[in-house]
């Protein structure tokens, strides 16, 4: 079948009901979903377009277009511009396997640090780009200076002060290719200052942070992490230079610094004239309360406030930035100019353009409960197959860590979960300490959801559990 | 007057001959050029519509339109898409002023290192970027390696065997942020590999080079450099372990290394196992005879090739590229993933596309005549105004050498080139050894002409000649 007729149209909706106080565009999203997963609709099969469902839906083109929308971005359907939306191919692969016979092969992919990159605005993207090289002054295609174009430092800006409490002018902001280059960015300028340690979370996501101070001639102190994140007393012993902190959202594990712990860290950082870097790498994926404002905001004296976009539209855009105070601003600009001589700038504007023209918070609006709906899914199938797991930092990101049962050892579940086609990562790859207190010393997973639809995440939990049981 | 109306198009072109040799497109551009210079034509004119025109004249309106690109191209007519053509301010600036009443303000950069950015391919590039973002797999907009994206690495490989004569395949090249971060990348590894010294031509654009040497702990020394090229002797006494050469035309005074040379340089490395970087930084502006081939395709085992679209297409888009030995790419892979984790992957699509669909061989056939007529301009008014000056590499690039007549101080000549609002540099900045050898020690000037419609060029050269006669 090649075509949605108006028959299989109204066969497919049968539950649509107006009175209803489900929204109608999740009316339309769960009538689909179930379609695709009966095989009612297959692999391959067009859906009407959306003025024609709309109107024999009685319903505004908007609602229908706001459920193709979802079902794409869950990875059901496939959109091509110009052309008919398809039910996806991994939708099908994806479809619940009956319990006794999993699907051979079958491979899903909990990895971490990835956005769902099938859900990237392209066509807003585009859109800002058309802006931009249609009305971009000539000299903004020569070489600029080690900040950026002054467009995308007010954007950021005003957005950062608004969505992150950050306290920062146009003149603060410095544009990076992305969150690894800031960071060896900042180390070499520190290092070239006179400092000689610098302290990370641990567990942290060092593979950017160990190498880059090993490059420096840095030495590495870890400092311990609990469910309220950094242990201060430990920074306060630790003689650091630089730390790097993810105080909003603990990487991995989730916990969020509270303000007493924010307080100290500042008071040590000013004391002992030191750096505090902090990467803020996913603070526009919180689901369960307000988000957590940035600690730049408290104190942007000591205070270096990293982001990128990789955690919100893709991380091949390469695009980061830093909010410095004025002492670090001109050595990381040279710092910078010497490594690249700046960043791209078409891409620069194109951002500047996509966060004035509001497209960045429509497509964090979009994709917030998406990833939620995700988390969701993986926690309830995580209780329904896997009771004796217990998860932690669940309120926010992309990820979330499970602790396993005391006897599991977590290289031992993640070898299991490979020969059963399931990818995921134990904790012990991002452990500095050899000496490991008692949290350190717990066996947990890293589970990230951010690229999987929901029937992959039930997938690769009952493989899970499977490859336990086998 | 805000509209060219059929009367004045037939007034502007009187001269149009379809008998004539010249090429009629040729014959509009004169025509306009001639109405712009008279007054005929003033700023802010709109041109008729091109398929008008075409009409009107009986020719194609291919015809027309490569005319007024070219007159976009040199400054002369603005562009804006949807709107009319019009006469550029900067034209109706440029006219010639009465020797006698110089324009007050007139200011002329004869600067090097951009291309002329009001000829970027904006419509073609944005095609480009289109098809990238509406074709390429999902996958490719997550973080990638750190040599860059298959589809680039093929078309550049194939691009540079052709263009440049390299001997690569796809797995030799390696994109990167520009020549730049080509240098840092390649100094880092070459420095934690044991090596200690770093030669350079010198007069060079060590600008680059100097900075980054001292970033990682090497030492630089200068190689003496004539109208041939580096001094071969100089480098094999040098004990440097890496030497970075201009050999398709040396910066800034424009030599081409002969062949016996570069096979010395060769055996050197080769005995040595010291590493040639050769920046070939603009293979592609070559004028009066055929380009020189890169040295990389003579000895791929010890010459790394970095190239960039700097002086092709736009500094801007920080795009550049190594040819490196197997040896060689493993770590400089590994450093670019250190240091910025690859570059941004939607522009090095786009920039694969633009090569894949014949759009980069296009620009550059459109822009070599352009910037040799902004050359011959140079000249011919050089041997008017200033027939002392002696031109020095000018069969190649976008800039060349003058010598200053003995007595003149170059110093002097550019601050007195300054007071009358002329940006021209001397040698001296580019210069690494107090002892100098005579070539070293004479005076000079680097004209740069890139960005600098033929009007603008014959302004600044008598600006120049007035500054030195007051």
Redesign the interface.
């Known amino acids: 079948m090649s075509k949605v007729n108006s028959q299989l149209v109204q066969d497919v909706l049968v539950e649509l009901d107006a009175s209803s106080s489900t929204p109608l565009h999740r009316q339309i999203e769960t009538a689909l979903r179930d379609a695709i997963h009966t095989g009612r609709l297959r692999h391959g099969s067009s859906l009407p377009a959306s003025r024609r469902l709309a109107t024999e839906l009685g319903v505004s083109r908007g609602v229908v277009v706001e459920a193709y929308n979802q079902l794409v971005a869950e990875g059901y359907l496939h959109s091509?511009?110009g052309s008919y939306t398809r039910v996806a191919a991994v939708a099908e692969q994806a479809a619940p396997a009956p319990a006794t016979a999993p699907a051979p092969g079958a491979r899903v992919d909990f990895g971490y640090?990835?956005?769902d990159?099938?859900s990237?605005p392209?066509?807003a993207?585009?859109r800002s780009?058309?802006r931009v090289?249609?009305e971009a002054p000539?000299?903004?295609?020569?070489?600029?200076d080690g900040y950026g174009v002054p467009e995308l430092r007010t954007a950021l800006a005003d957005y950062l002060n608004r969505a992150r409490g950050t306290s920062a002018t146009a003149g603060d902001v410095l544009i990076?290719?992305?969150f690894?280059?800031a960071v060896?960015l900042l180390a070499?300028v520190a290092a070239r200052r006179g400092a000689r340690r610098v302290a990370t979370e641990d567990p942290s996501a060092d593979d950017d942070i160990r190498?880059?101070a090993r490059?420096h001639g840095l030495e590495v102190v870890g400092l311990p992490v609990d469910a309220d994140g950094v242990d201060v007393a430990a920074l306060e012993r630790s003689d650091a230079d630089l730390v790097v902190l993810t105080p909003s959202h603990q990487w991995p594990l989730g916990g969020v610094l509270p303000a007493e712990s924010r307080n100290a860290v500042v008071r040590w950082a000013r004391a002992r004239g030191a750096i505090v870097l902090e990467d803020d790498y996913d603070a526009e994926y919180r689901y369960d309360r307000a988000p957590i404002g940035a600690m730049q905001g408290l104190a942007p004296d000591v205070v270096v406030h990293a982001g990128s976009v990789?955690k919100t539209l893709?991380?091949?855009?390469?695009?980061g930035w830093l909010v410095l105070p004025p002492h670090l601003a001109e050595p990381v600009a040279e710092a910078k100019?010497?490594?690249?001589?700046?960043?791209?700038?078409?891409?620069q504007l194109a951002f500047a353009d996509f966060l004035v023209h509001g497209e960045f918070d429509r497509h964090l609006r979009r994709m917030r409960p998406i990833y939620r709906r995700r988390r969701d899914t993986l926690l309830a199938q995580l209780a329904e197959h896997l009771p004796g797991w217990e998860p932690a930092g669940i309120a926010a990101g992309l990820h979330l860590v499970v602790w396993l049962p005391d006897g599991l050892d977590e290289a031992e579940v993640v070898a299991a979960a490979a020969r059963h086609g399931i990818r995921v990562a134990g904790l012990a790859p991002y452990r500095l300490n050899e000496r490991r207190s008692k949290e350190h010393s717990r066996q947990g997973l890293i589970l990230g959801y951010s690229d999987l639809p929901e029937p992959r995440i039930a997938e690769g939990v009952r493989a899970l559990a499977k490859a336990l049981a086998g």
Chains 1, 2 share one sequence.
Not at 138 to 144: K, P, Q, V
């Open positions: 091509t511009p640090g990835r956005t990159a099938a990237f392209r066509a993207w585009l780009l058309r090289l249609t000539h000299d903004r295609l020569n070489y600029s990076t290719c992305g690894a280059q060896a070499g190498p880059l490059l990789s893709a991380a091949g855009l390469r695009l100019l010497l490594a690249d001589r700046g960043s791209p700038a078409i891409e």
